[in-house]
């Protein structure tokens, strides 16, 4: 299957203010081409959205199922105060790649043969 691509992905992430940007300055420390700043580098085409509580306790939840209580609670630690994003994926049903403080984190997809949402490796 051949991976779309529409265009240019812009996404980067200010290591410094810990926040995401769409130029390569950050607006806030006026950081550019520095260490702070880096690109995201995402799966085409880079459909990137916020991670809504719905998204958040569905993870969780399948974390806890897959992984058990010890990882779901160093993974909630992870997350906590943090922004999380979901970049939508070419699969033949739902795939997210987890995105947090500016990397991928993991790909989290409904896998249609179990009938349930998974964690896979990247």
């Keep these: 299957m051949r991976i779309p691509f529409l265009g240019k992905i812009q996404f980067h992430w200010c290591d410094g203010c810990r926040v995401p940007l769409i130029r390569k300055r950050c607006s806030r420390c006026n950081m550019q081409g520095r260490k702070e700043e880096r690109k995201v580098l995402l799966t085409p085409p880079g459909d990137v959205r916020p991670a809504f509580t719905g998204d958040i306790k569905r993870i969780m939840h399948v974390c806890k199922e897959q992984f058990g209580d010890h990882v ?44 349930d949402y998974e964690f896979s490796e990247i």
């Design 72 to 115: 779901t609670e160093q993974f909630r630690v992870l997350i906590e105060d943090q922004i999380i994003f979901l970049n939508k994926v070419p699969y033949i049903d739902r795939m997210d790649e987890i995105i947090i403080q500016g990397h991928i984190a993991g790909i989290f997809r409904f896998n249609i043969l179990k009938g």
